[in-house]
């Protein structure tokens, strides 16, 4: 079975809360799909790992940078970058990108996602290292 959704012009991007799901939408069982927006100068509200999820990001538009352990990687269009499991990681839309940055989180896990269940570890506490 193929399903087919509309997620709008670029500029539409994420809705309301800057991150729309695709999963339940186009009915995926073993790979995620979401589209994103964050705004110039916003970050993610906290960095976290999956114990089994795989996740590729890919930058469409916007400027900014990626925390991947310890490593900070910059981030502009047509970057992808593969989020191993177990790895903690976070993003940011640098201040002065010139747009808000865009990108899509694909997501997988070797089996049906819905049999891995949440598997985040999150960690609110931890300083991203563009905050000091």
Known sequence: MSNVT???ELASWGGEKGKQFLDKEIGTEFAGVSVNTTA??????FWHAHA????IYIVVDGRGEFALGDEVLPLEAGT??????????ALRA????PSPMRWLCIRA?????????HDAELDRERPFPWSA
């Open 94 to 97: 640098l201040p002065e990108s």
């Open 109 to 117: 896990a070797g089996q049906e996602l819905a049999s891995v269940g």
């Open 6 to 8: 509309q997620i709008g």
């Open 40 to 45: 110039p100068g916003g970050e993610s509200p």
């Open 80 to 89: 992808a970058v593969r989020v191993a499991p177990g790895v903690m990681h």
């Open 52 to 55: 089994k999820i795989e996740e």
